[in-house]
């Protein structure tokens, strides 16, 4: 566990923020801005939102940067990314961010190994990740502002 890494709980789930993994898609304090405050510290306050609309926005996180876990104590795994994946394939361009690829599909790399993807992942546009083809948030260092999608 990295030092940066912080845990939440309201009781009912506990919510694990992995500040390595995250690479600032914004989905968490667009969409419930009320929980997720990057403005305030600590930046996620799970007594401001229903638990079940917390569960959704950790559950559309596009890395594992954000999980839970039901109840309070460690170890009673409740779910993450991976446990909500659709039946069809998704695609997000994310303004001056990744693509985010929702779904299950295996991608093939160039050297032909292949890797199974089961949840939402995000997929580098900007071109300097050490990721790749994957996202680690250096578009957010690098000023990254596409003219088009």
């Known amino acids: 566990m990295d030092k940066n890494d912080r845990s939440y709980t309201n009781g009912e789930i506990t919510v694990h923020w992995k500040s390595k993994e995250c690479v600032h898609a914004g989905t968490c304090f667009r969409e419930l801005r009320k929980v997720f405050d ?5 930046w996620i306050d799970l007594s401001q939102g229903d638990t079940e609309a917390i569960i959704d926005i ?3 996180c596009p890395t594992d940067a954000l999980t839970f876990e039901r109840g309070d104590k460690t170890g009673e795994l409740g779910g993450t990314a991976a446990a909500a994946a659709p039946d069809k394939i998704k695609f997000n361009i994310m303004r001056n961010g990744p693509i ?4 299950n599909f295996v991608l093939v790399k160039d050297d032909g190994t292949e890797q199974e993807i089961k949840s939402i992942t995000s997929f580098c546009r900007c071109g300097v990740s050490r990721t790749m083809p994957f996202c680690d948030g250096t578009h957010n260092k690098q000023g990254f502002s596409p003219d088009e999608y």
């Open 100 to 103: 985010l690829a929702e779904g």
């Open 58 to 60: 950790v559950e559309r």
């Open 38 to 42: 990057p403005s305030r510290r600590p």
